[in-house]
């Protein structure tokens, strides 16, 4: 399963779109995250946007377990402070802007399924 934490509904909608063919459930803000993530399945990748109504995104990064694939995306550029989301366990770090040009596929190859963190900021 894929886990998305963002408020926008339009921009979730999108990604959901790009994930086609796989698990996904959302979360507006921490406080759905945190029950989701809590009470399964297990997620095996997970967007985590920065800005949200009830926290903001670090909070459930620092909460997650450490073998978890978070990737932290913000619509802000560039992107603030990427190497101390990497040091609390960001997988990556991503701007929404770019994200949205990568295919779901290339999502999952980059950040599931590959050890190597890839950060797509600019």
Known sequence: MILIVDDD?????????????????WAPDLAAARRILATGPR????????????????????????DLSVVVMTGFSPFPNPESMRALGARACVDKDRLMELSGAEMLARWSDSPDEISLTG
């Open 9 to 25: 509904r339009l921009f979730v909608s999108l990604l959901t779109r790009r994930l086609k063919g796989c698990a996904v459930r």
């Open 43 to 66: 997620c095996e990748l997970v967007f985590l946007d920065l800005g949200l109504p009830d926290g903001h995104g670090v909070h459930l990064l620092t909460g997650c377990a450490a």
